[in-house]
């Protein structure tokens, strides 16, 4: 049972419900879904979401390698920017646009895992629903539409004329200018007008943003800059491909981070590493037999054909690129491939090849395919019938007869597999196998079915794009809870089906066909390695010793990526006709490649992009497939010289820097899953309930405790409360902040201000402050009507809560940098920009919300202790000199941060930690070079004073102690003299100087003598 008094619950709640609807880490809790698996907070993450809290328009490319949780990260934004619309009294419309296959993988993202109400989710698949949402007036929500569809007809007309507020494009690599940059193509065109208007925000996202071509990539950039127009793109393109402009865009438009800085952001391997195998299979002399006479066949074909057929988007040459792949995937699909052919033949049909199509199949992904590939082979394959001959149909026969034996006693590919999946399932893995053709998957889901190891009957599962049937997509949301809770062993699942589906519950993948393009491999690799997968992860790919697969292992893989062949004898590892020809160990999906770095992925789908699978398929049969090999190598080597030379990609900042910042600023000591898990266990005890089981239980857990709290009698909160939890003469003040631009809320935010004994303040936020209140609540708190702030007080406190977020700001939002990325766009294309140059952030306090005093036991030493530290800022000075006061000093602190930096020196605050305010340190060697107490001064007043404890310090660090003297603080040009020792060098006057009733302290005060200065700027 609970024994919750009504104040603390009513403190507790106060606290809880504005850190959920705002804070970067319990967002997390606030918008998930009971019961169900919420988002994880990540550090990476949550570094997103404190930069967009603050921005009051959005505009970002979110470039993690696959896996990091992108969806995760525009789904909270999303919310975010629903929270802050409502407190300007509006509901959102956003549109998502993606790839057909991940419509529906969106909807289950935001209304299972993001706490979207249902009712406000619509689906854009046909023409039908653009008319029937159209006539409804786009009523305020969520729109999820396939960007395939909307390109089309007068589509991006009638999406332009709605007013959204946000628009996410889903693998928005595939959003690209094309081969003539003056006529861009359709996806690139209904992208470009709906990002247009300033006030919108908009977040692209993709694991490879750059894939090679400069050109693309700064065009995808330039859909998030609004007023562009289409003819501006050719000459911004050429102006802005350099250094300072990718410089600018690192943190403010451009995040990209990898595997391996999470894990070291985390402190752990929240990513375990992934292990790669190259296998080669012993086939049997009927497989041999098999392959020789297709090869052959192939091989006569082209003789008669001609040369010709490798043009581009010669039918001719397509199809012999689907039968080698296919032969290659297995022996059951070659067979339906040879027998369609057949019986096209025999129905004497033409040789009218749908050409789109079929060149769609064979390119890197299916995102642009809005039917079924597996229907669109089959009728492909059947119109190509009047290409051949009746001496081809025989020969096409005794092929098709030879396959039917193979797949009676079991090609050696599936002997593999078996032995495979037996190694792994007796360990307790879950195995996921990978094909490109459903014909394969249906052919091996027949052959494994009633697998057992012992006496155990093997649970098989299978996925891919039929519509209906054992194997089909419908079966998604089922498979998904049998995988996550270990009733599936074995997941068998085509490359179409697999778009969007992430099985991070399974460790270990096999590739039982090897896509041509090793982009292809990313991908399925990166369904089982993202994050929530806690084993290392074992990726086996399965090639035969035919002249096929050995021309792709030796001459493709085993060229480009960063595989180690086996010297000597090949291990083998499953069986007698199974071995180890190549592997690797990753950390990182940069690391695949040869000397790659981040972006590598991009250079390879580029140079196979071009060369195209007829290419491949061309290059395979005439021995020279290390030529495209030595291509791909040659491309990443210049995307490295040039992502380096023109740092393309942020240089990721030290992870310990970037955990101080948030430690700081957002209060988070710990990594965000601890501080979550040790604050969800304290939360759930006050309440009266057992522990979480585990993370996912922790992150609602705090939803939970403030729905019960909501069900106490509180007391109105603001009163003045009193604890044992605070040392005596200790004082917390909980203040209401709103931070805002032009105006509008950007968000709120809690800040406490402790006043300890020792004149120090302590500011917490978040977790920290978070952890505060529990320590109060668990030790008891009661109302404590005395002792309220005097105005002059909380002008104080407040003052002092501003200026902490102000700093925080300037350091997470990069304030200059960012103005400074929109000042090139205003440079090059004129006009204004208004909306997205940061107008001056307003913080001020919440008058709606009560400021909450919390005090330890009072007594009269901590009573004086008190007043001195008020007495450091009034000197009976009023409300409004104290708040002008603190301005100037701020301001000053700027001037010199500045000067320091512009000398090659790192400064330090430390104003509120320390007896002075800035430490300086040598760039090169990182040591303390300087110590600088700054005095401000609105004029030329030349007269500085120190207090005992500043004048103490000086004595004792005389070379590295430096006095700066900002004058003119309020002019455009403020003049700094900056004086070394100046203890030495300045006649100081002591004074005693009367700082409250009780006391008197001596002050130094010197005359400013501007011809000593050592520095003068």
Request: net charge positive; hydrophobic share 40%.
């Amino acid at each position: 049972m609970s024994s919750v008094r009504r104040e603390e619950a009513s403190l507790l709640s106060y606290v809880l419900s504005k850190l959920l609807r705002w804070h970067p880490i319990y967002v997390y809790s606030n918008y998930s879904k009971t019961p169900g698996r919420p988002y994880v907070p990540f550090t990476h993450q949550v570094i997103v979401l404190r930069d967009n809290l603050s921005r009051p328009t959005i505009r970002i490319l979110i470039g993690d390698e696959v896996g990091l949780g992108k969806t995760a990260q525009a789904a909270l934004t999303l919310r975010l920017i629903e929270e802050r619309l409502k407190l300007q009294g509006r509901d959102p419309r956003i549109l998502i646009l993606v790839p057909r296959i991940l419509v529906e993988q969106w909807y289950d993202e935001l209304v299972y895992r993001a706490a979207v109400d249902f009712n406000r989710v619509y689906l854009i698949t046909s023409g039908n629903d653009v008319n029937r949402l159209e006539s409804s007036g786009w009523p305020p929500g969520y729109y999820i539409g396939s960007i395939q569809l909307l390109r089309l007809r007068d589509y991006p007309e009638r999406l332009g004329a709605v007013d959204w507020d946000a628009i996410v494009v889903d693998e928005a690599h595939n959003v690209g200018v094309g081969p003539r940059i003056k006529e861009p193509n359709k996806t690139y065109l209904l992208v470009f007008k709906l990002t247009r208007p300033p006030h919108r925000s908009v977040i692209l996202l993709s694991a490879t943003p750059h894939r090679g071509k400069s050109r693309d990539y700064i065009a995808r950039l330039l859909l998030l800059v609004p007023l562009v127009n289409l003819d501006d793109l050719q000459k911004l393109i050429a102006e802005l491909d350099r250094a300072d402009f990718y410089k600018k865009t690192h943190g403010t438009m451009v995040y990209k981070r990898t595997k391996e800085l999470v894990n070291k952001l985390e402190g752990k391997n929240i990513f375990p590493p992934a292990h790669l195998y190259a296998v080669i299979t012993k086939v049997s002399r009927e497989e041999a037999r098999f392959e020789s006479i297709l090869r052959r066949f192939i091989e006569r074909k082209i003789d008669e054909w001609g040369l010709e057929i490798w043009g581009k988007r010669n039918p001719k040459g397509l199809l012999i690129a689907l039968i080698l792949k296919r032969a290659s995937s297995s022996t059951y699909a070659a067979r339906k491939t040879l027998a369609t052919i057949i019986k096209g033949f025999q129905e004497r049909l033409g040789a009218e090849v749908d050409i789109e199509k079929l060149s769609k199949i064979l390119s890197i992904g299916f995102e642009e395919l809005t039917e079924d590939p597996e229907e669109i082979i089959e009728a492909v394959v059947r119109s190509s019938a009047g290409f051949f001959t009746m001496r081809d149909l025989e020969e096409l026969k005794r092929l098709v007869n030879i396959a039917k034996k193979i797949e009676e006693k079991g090609e050696a590919k599936l002997e593999a597999l078996r032995d495979l999946i037996r190694l792994h399932v007796m360990k307790g893995k879950r195995v996921v196998v990978f094909t490109e053709y459903r014909d394969t998957l249906e052919y091996l889901y027949k052959s494994l079915k009633g697998l057992k190891i012992g006496s155990k009957s093997l649970n098989i599962a299978c996925i891919s794009g039929a519509q209906h049937g054992e194997c089909s997509r419908q079966n998604i949301d089922l498979i998904k809870q049998k995988l996550a809770s270990g009733e599936i062993d074995v997941l068998l699942a085509t490359d179409v089906a697999s778009e969007g589906l992430n099985l991070q519950y399974a460790s270990v993948l096999v590739n039982y066909d090897v896509p041509w393009s090793p982009v292809k491999l990313e991908q399925r690799i990166g369904r089982i390695w993202r994050l929530g997968q806690h084993e290392e992860v074992q990726i086996y790919s399965l090639f035969r010793n035919t002249y096929v697969d050995l021309m792709l292992v030796e001459k493709l893989y085993a060229k480009i990526m960063a595989i180690q062949v086996a010297v000597g004898t090949s291990r083998p590892i499953i069986g007698s006709r199974a071995e180890v020809y190549a592997e690797g160990r990753f950390y990182s999906i940069d690391e695949f490649y040869r000397g790659g770095v981040a972006g590598s992925s991009d250079a390879v789908a580029n140079v196979l992009e071009e060369e195209g699978e007829v290419g491949i398929a061309r290059a395979i049969i005439e021995g020279k497939l290390d030529e495209i090999a030595e291509k791909i190598i040659e491309r990443i080597n210049r995307l490295k010289r040039e992502i380096q030379e023109k740092r393309i990609y942020p240089v990721h900042a030290d992870p310990n820097t970037l955990k101080k910042i948030i430690s700081r600023c957002l209060g988070i000591k710990d990594t965000p899953i601890n501080t979550i898990t040790s604050q969800a266990k304290r939360l759930r005890k006050i309440v009266g309930r057992s522990e979480p089981k585990d993370v996912y239980e922790s992150i609602i857990a705090f939803k939970g405790v403030l729905a019960w709290l909501a069900t106490k009698n509180q007391t109105n909160i603001g009163r003045t409360y009193k604890t044992p939890a605070l040392a005596p003469g200790t004082k917390l003040v909980i203040v209401p902040l709103r931070i805002k631009a032009d105006n509008n809320i950007l968000y709120e935010e809690l800040v406490g201000v402790e006043l300890l004994p020792n004149k120090r303040f302590r500011i917490l936020v978040g977790p920290e402050l978070l952890d505060k209140v529990l320590e109060i609540v668990e030790m008891g708190v009661e109302q404590y009507q005395d002792k309220l702030l005097s105005g002059l007080e909380k002008s104080i406190i407040l003052t002092r809560a501003k200026t902490f977020l102000e700093k925080c700001l300037q350091i997470s939002y990069t304030i200059d940098q960012y103005n400074s990325l929109w000042s090139i766009f205003i440079e090059k294309i004129g006009g204004k920009l208004d909306a997205l140059i940061t107008p001056r952030i307003v913080i001020e306090p919440d008058e709606a919300e009560s400021i909450v005093i919390v005090h330890g036991e009072l007594d009269k030493k901590a009573e004086i202790e008190a007043k001195e530290i008020m007495s450091q800022y009034t000197d009976r000075a009023s409300v409004e000199e104290l708040e002008e006061r603190l301005r100037i000093e701020r301001e000053a602190l700027k001037v010199v941060m500045k000067y320091e930096l512009d000398h090659g020196r790192i400064p330090k605050d430390v104003h509120e930690e320390k007896s002075y305010d800035i430490e300086s340190y040598d760039a090169m060697t990182g040591q303390v070079v300087r110590y600088i107490e700054v005095k401000a001064h609105k004029g030329n007043q030349a007269i500085v004073e120190l207090t005992e404890k500043e004048y103490e310090f000086a004595k004792r660090h005389r070379d590295k102690y430096w006095l700066y003297i900002v004058l003119n603080v309020n002019s455009p040009k403020p003049k700094i003299i900056a004086i070394q020792d100046p203890l030495s060098k300045l006649k100081f006057r002591p004074c005693k100087k009367k700082i409250v009733e009780e006391r008197v302290e001596t002050r130094y005060t010197a005359d400013i003598d501007i011809s000593i200065a050592d520095e003068i700027a």
